[in-house]
């Protein structure tokens, strides 16, 4: 197998066409990794800029009201990781700016694709574009008429009276394919790995791993299935014909198709019905149990008696902030059980969109390449989660400042020094790291190994059956 | 009649034909042997008007009336006559036909195949059914459909089986007898020998001998033609 | 033109199961990607006539509380013979209603919001305005978009349908026999090309006026025409060029080959770079100067005291200098704080045009782009037409200021006119609130 392995390569190194395309593409990958760092780290810049920006104005706010400091708030910025410049995955469609403020949560807004017309539909040129739609095509290229171009040139016949077997020089075929595609990928890495040697830690390498293997297995899947096409039909039109359908398919048809259809197994409730849903629960209680009036009162008597006193200004604190804070509580859990509930829909639809990999190895890929990028739509949700787990604690810190600070019951004018402001820790996000977050990702793998192992069955099985005649 | 004076063809600083001349007279078959590279399709191409003579004159013209003969009174049959796979062999000769600005009936069109050799049952087959030899009777009432005065065939009887080669052979002087002018490049001396009237072998672009076949029998030209290729 | 090689086309066409199928799958397609813009486009009708549902139904309840004299009974501190408590407990909403033509073309409108209800403290950069909650990944992914189909699928049919003209007679090595029974080669190329072209401007066509004819949007049939014209000069200039290439080919794969590249390189490659440019130049705004009004301006408005307030509200609003309230001895406190939204409105749309000045930019350098962009202008183009355009919005957002400044200004006058309320002067509040 490895004479053919190498004879192939040779072949491949002795056509100016393949040479100026495998030049071509060596040099737009470094280009476009390039590229996609400045802007990744302009884009990092930027965001620190703004959020020095808006914690400055919080430090310099001087003594306040805690509850005025509450309404003040403060903003969580998206960031974006280094890996981010590899594939933008949904960061071009997530709000970049969320604010934090007390007694709701709001959404994150601003995105960058609501910012100006339209450029591209198939996203920027990064590396994930180039590795996703482009390199696939070529390789279809060089793969439809391997196995024909044999027949019709009668070496086929040559390779097996040379004591070959069919499967052995078919998979020379592929495998010679595959390792130029893992050129272009192990290129692609080193340029990433150096441009950002500084900032590589254990997790980017995990990820820079499961980047690499995603698209290995993807363009084996790929490589194989054209050549089982020509295998299958004869033809090398009629299978170059039906991997550009297919392609399409997997790449642009079925990704849409199954995402609308996910959207329909598990439809979303609009904006209004959900912040109705929200003001419902929050003003008569969650389902109508518990409404807020019965809440106070309750609260009111459960603090007098704590004190031992028999009225709310003989309190030694200030009972307002204690009630902001228990209302602040019930508008969390009040969130917990909408946006649970909107966060597990998402996340179904996500798991019911990963299982299309069975059919359409494209969506494993799309999907562990984001997730190893960290840009995926779990790693957004895993950042909204957090943002909001800091603004609980930094509206608690405010309540309980308000509530036990030195102030008392009806003191409104109070405020808080300016120490304890600049005392509050500022929202700092770490991305998730990818390995507490695999089991999310088990389908995408399976189904690109059952694509794999599939496709070697098959070409093994149709090596054997074909029948020498026929030629 | 077929003519080609003085040609000359070059192919950067190859040179494919040297002071080529030939005639061809109406109602003669003309076989050009040569081996690869002797300049047989270079010859073709020149009067198939695919290329321009770098020197050199070349004219067809019908012997009736003395006028030149267009591309459109020239029928072409390549080595492989390979169709449309996806149409039968009378949509084949329909389509060709048209390209040609002729529009024929359907009879007529079956007329054409039939008078090319071609069986009744096979009309209505897709191409991709057809064997080499059909497939080369259908090439030839291409080209008789369209009238054609000058018959240009290229290595025509190249791996037909010997039944096949024979009907070629037959239909070819059928062709001939009615006036058509044909001019064969062929590697295959048996066949040449059998189906041509004059026979010319051609070697590195130049014309090195020409004779009658009648003068010849199969085994003196081959060894003819060897000699002419070892020396 | 030769018509026997174009009817002659129709068996090529119809043999080849390859074309065959992906013709019909195409055109499948297309249907489904009307089918599936009408579905989004009555889910946003149903929203909207569920807000304006919402919304009548809430007015009436003002009414009912207005003839009773009496507010809402959890609120009793709310006086709704008071103007200021009667406005600010009238609902409004500014919503967009998609365009007939939507169905042809969703455009950017998964990226905005589409309704929002305007108090006085509103801005057309609120979170509120985001997208619609959807799913991220479907978003990136897109929608099975007719005007995506014809953008960027429908050259890949064409492509499809006549890699092989030309090509498979190299292949099968009879291209010579073509050329000796025809006399122009580019005039058998053309007359063949033509047939694939026409039969999908045909069908294209058909379905845009099929789309014109369901929505009676016949009033807008120059935008409706636009489309067709946009959609018929692409399909011609990628027929051209491909002509050119189909003229030299050497085999069917390599005409394939050229032709996808020619795709990938104006459909892929260049809107990326261009992408991938824009973004470096105007990397996504964190909207600051938007921020910076929202938080720290507004708070610093409400440390102000009444004088300096009711110098800016005299400077939004001169007319209230010849009021009754105005010429008292003493500023009413309540009054002037009242008002205070009108003020902080005044600075969002400072901030926000600045915002829409630096998006406009942006815009510029796409726009600049154009000439050797065709794919995205013909993008913009077809969005405009069907208003699901960056712009289209930018109107919405217009209409959202415009609402808010109306609210803010009905507020601050019928305050400082001390007007009293009854029930015609309320239908008067409701057509200045509901534009």
């Known amino acids: 197998m490895s004479i053919i392995f190498f004879n192939e390569w040779k072949g491949l190194f002795r056509n100016k066409l393949f040479l100026f395309f495998i030049s071509f593409f060596l040099l737009l990958l470094f280009i476009v990794t390039f590229f996609g760092n400045i802007q990744n780290k302009k884009q990092i810049l930027n965001q620190q800029e703004a959020k020095n920006h808006i914690r400055d104005q919080w430090d310099e706010m001087g003594p306040s009201n805690p509850h005025s400091a509450a309404h003040f708030g403060t903003y969580a910025f998206k960031s974006n990781s280094i890996l981010n410049s590899l594939d933008e995955g949904v960061n071009a469609v997530t709000g970049l700016v969320l604010r934090l403020e007390g007694h709701k949560q709001n959404e994150v807004a601003f995105s960058e694709s609501s910012q100006s017309l339209t450029i591209s539909t198939f996203g920027k040129l990064k590396v994930s574009l180039l590795f996703q739609f482009i390199i696939p095509l070529f390789l279809i290229f060089l793969a439809f008429n391997t196995y024909t171009s044999e027949i019709s040139s009668g070496r086929l016949k040559l390779l097996l009276i040379q004591g070959n077997s069919m499967s052995k020089i078919i998979f020379a075929k592929i495998f010679t394919l595959l390792s130029l595609a893992t050129l272009l990928l192990l290129f692609t890495i080193l340029v990433q790995f150096f441009l950002n040697i500084n900032y590589i830690k254990l997790d980017q390498i995990t990820r820079l791993v499961i980047f690499f293997f995603s698209y290995f297995l993807y363009y084996f899947i790929i490589i194989s299935f054209t050549v089982f096409l020509s295998l299958l039909l004869k033809k090398s039109t009629s299978a170059l014909s039906l991997t550009i359908i297919t392609w399409l398919l997997w790449t642009i048809f079925i990704p849409k198709t199954v995402g609308n259809f996910t959207e329909s197994l598990t439809p979303l409730s609009t904006r209004i019905e959900l912040s109705e849903k929200i003001q419902d629960d929050r003003s008569k209680g969650i389902d109508g149990h518990n409404p807020f009036d019965d809440r106070k009162i309750e609260l009111e008597k459960e603090i007098l008696a704590r004190y031992e006193v028999d009225s709310l200004s003989h309190l030694p604190i200030n009972f307002a902030g204690i009630l902001m804070q228990a209302d602040e509580e019930f508008g969390n859990q009040v969130w917990d059980k909408h946006y649970g509930e909107l966060y597990e829909k998402l996340e179904t639809q996500k798991r019911n969109y990963q299982l299309s990999g069975l059919i359409n190895p494209f969506a494993s890929l799309q999907s562990l390449s984001m997730a190893s990028a960290g840009t995926d739509l779990l790693h957004h949700l895993d950042f909204l989660s957090h943002a909001e787990k800091y603004r609980r604690y930094f509206i608690k810190t405010l309540n309980d400042e308000y509530a036990f600070g030195g102030s008392k019951t009806g003191e409104r004018g109070w405020k808080a020094s300016q120490d304890f402001f600049r005392s509050i820790k500022d929202f700092s996000y770490n991305e998730a790291n990818f390995i507490s977050m695999k089991n999310k990702y088990f389908i995408d793998i399976f189904c690109l190994f059952l694509w794999s192992l599939s496709l070697v069955c098959l070409i093994i099985y149709y090596s054997k059956n074909h029948p020498f005649n026929e030629y | 009649m077929i003519q080609l004076i003085n040609v000359n063809k070059k192919f950067k600083d190859k040179v494919a034909l040297k002071n080529l001349s030939l005639e061809v007279k109406s109602g003669e078959i003309y076989g050009l042997l040569g081996a690869n590279g002797a300049g047989k399709s270079t010859t073709l191409n020149l009067l198939l008007g695919f290329l321009n003579a770098d020197k050199g004159q070349i004219n067809l013209i019908d012997s009736n009336d003395s006028s030149i003969i267009n591309q459109d009174r020239i029928g072409y049959i390549p080595e492989n006559v390979n169709l449309y796979p996806y149409l039968t062999g009378l949509e084949n000769l329909d389509y060709f036909s048209k390209l040609a600005g002729l529009k024929f009936k359907s009879s007529e069109l079956r007329e054409f195949l039939s008078e090319c050799g071609l069986e009744k049952e096979a009309f209505n087959k897709y191409i991709s059914e057809y064997s080499k030899g059909m497939r080369q009777k259908v090439g030839i009432a291409i080209a008789y459909a369209k009238n054609a005065k000058i018959y240009l065939l290229d290595e025509p009887a190249s791996g037909l089986d010997p039944l096949s080669s024979n009907e070629l052979s037959r239909m070819l002087k059928k062709m001939s007898k009615r006036g058509a002018t044909i001019l064969m490049a062929s590697h295959d001396i048996f066949r040449v020998r059998e189906t041509c009237h004059k026979i010319g072998i051609l070697k590195n672009g130049s014309l090195v001998k020409e004779m009658f076949s009648k003068d010849v029998s199969p085994v003196e030209l081959e060894s003819l033609y060897l000699d002419y290729m070892k020396n | ?435």
């Open chain 3, 1 to 435: 033109m030769n018509i026997s090689i174009f009817l002659f086309e129709f068996k090529h066409f119809i043999r080849n199961k390859a074309k065959l199928f992906s013709y019909i799958f195409f055109m499948l397609l297309c249907i489904y990607s009307i089918y599936n813009g009408f579905e989004i486009m009555h889910k946003q009708i149903n929203t909207i006539s569920n807000i304006n549902e919402k919304q009548d139904i809430e007015c009436n309840i003002v009414l009912d509380w207005l003839e009773q004299k009496k507010g809402p009974v959890d609120k009793p501190w709310v006086n709704i013979e008071d103007p200021y408590w009667l406005i600010r407990s009238t609902p409004s909403f500014i919503v967009k209603n998609p365009s007939p033509l939507f169905p042809l073309g969703i455009g950017q409108a998964e990226q905005f919001g589409f309704y929002k209800e305007i108090t006085r403290w509103s801005s057309t950069f609120d979170s509120d305005m985001a997208e619609e909650i959807s799913n991220y990944e479907r978003l990136i992914n897109g929608n099975i978009d007719f005007s995506f189909l014809i953008i960027f699928l429908l050259p890949i049919l064409l492509i499809i349908l006549t890699y092989n003209i030309h090509g498979l007679e190299k292949d099968l090595n009879f291209n010579k026999l073509i050329t000796i029974q025809n006399k122009k080669l580019s005039s058998w190329i053309i007359n063949r090309l033509i047939f694939y072209v026409l039969i999908v401007l045909l069908s294209i066509n058909g379905m845009i006026l099929s789309v014109g004819l369901i929505t009676s949007s016949f009033a807008y049939f120059k935008s409706m025409l636009t489309l067709i014209l946009i959609s018929n000069l692409y399909v011609i200039v990628f027929s051209f060029v491909f002509y050119l290439i189909i003229k030299n080919a050497s085999s069917s794969s390599s005409v394939a080959f050229k032709m996808i590249s020619f795709w990938l390189f104006f459909c892929v490659i260049i809107p990326g770079s261009v992408h991938q440019y824009v973004s470096i130049k105007y990397p996504a705004n964190y909207m600051t100067e938007f921020l910076d009004v929202n938080r720290e301006q507004t708070y610093e408005v409400f440390k102000l005291d009444d004088i300096e307030l009711y110098d800016f509200l005299v400077e939004i609003h001169p007319e209230i200098v010849e009021t009754k309230k105005s010429q008292q001895d003493t500023l009413d406190s309540q009054l002037v704080r009242r008002c205070i939204s009108t003020i902080i409105n005044q600075m969002n749309i400072a901030a926000e045009n600045e915002i829409e000045m630096q998006n406009e930019d942006k815009n510029y350098l796409i726009k600049s782009t154009y000439f050797f962009n065709p794919i995205s202008y013909v993008q913009n183009l077809w969005n405009s037409c069907t208003a699901t355009d960056y712009y289209s919005y930018g109107m919405y957002r217009l209409d959202i200021q415009e609402s808010i400044i109306s609210r803010n200004k009905l507020i601050v006058l019928e305050l400082w006119n001390e007007s009293e309320v009854d029930k015609e002067i309320y239908s008067r509040y409701l057509k200045i609130l509901n534009n």
